[in-house]
């Protein structure tokens, strides 16, 4: 039986995942979003939510990157959060408290 540093230690054979210098590849990348004004990015669950450029909040999807929701009327610069249950809180322009499924980006209470 080996030990598990062992089994870790164990060179793995057969095709290469990585690129001939050796370096992982992005699976995608915000960097043509011009509609990111975020200087952070809040991953929750199996999206990341980053403020708009244009006001509100948008999810994009973390295998693909693709935007997955938009909440229009939330106020990035004020913050946004995960809670529990999978949820994403936020203010909106009004500064009513409002939740959302991250998701799916549907609204839960406010």
Do not use: F, H
């Amino acid at each position: 039986m080996r030990t598990p540093q062992q089994l870790l230690d164990k060179t793995v054979e057969g095709p290469s995942i990585l690129p001939g210098d050796g370096t992982p590849s992005a699976l995608w990348s915000l960097d043509a979003a011009v509609d990111v004004c975020s200087r952070q990015l809040l991953p929750v669950r199996d999206v990341i939510l980053s403020g708009s450029a244009g006001g509100g909040i948008v999810a994009y999807g973390v295998k693909d990157g693709k935007e997955r929701w938009r909440a229009p009327g939330i106020r990035p610069t004020v913050g946004y959060l995960p809670l529990p249950d999978r949820l994403v809180a936020a203010i909106d322009e009004k500064g009513t408290l409002r939740t959302y499924v991250a998701s799916a980006g549907v609204a839960k209470w406010t």
